[in-house]
């Protein structure tokens, strides 16, 4: 599989691997940065979408609700 990964999808995929590991709020959020940093935006919406889909639809529109407005069960997050 590796030897058909560009050095950027290798990295990114071993970002994503790190961010599993940590497990914490900020490592999320340090992924999402390098995700900006070495996606395309294609890339990225593709990503969302098939996380997005593997999900039942209730969890999948809290995490879209929080990811877009900041907001769960319709409180905001500080």
Do not use: C, P
């Not at 599993?20 to 900006?36: K, R, T």
């Not at 294609?42 to 809290?62: G, H, K, P, V």
Request: proline share 0%; no cysteine.
């Amino acid at each position: 599989m590796k030897a058909f990964l560009s050095k950027r999808h290798e990295r990114t995929a071993r970002s994503i691997g790190f961010a599993l590991a940590l497990g914490s709020s900020q490592g999320w959020e340090g992924l999402s940065l390098i995700l900006v940093a070495r996606l395309t935006k294609a890339e990225r919406a593709a990503l969302a979408y098939a996380a997005l889909i593997s999900m039942d639809e209730e969890t999948a529109y809290l995490t879209a609700s929080v990811a877009l407005f900041g907001t769960l069960n319709g409180e905001a997050l500080a």
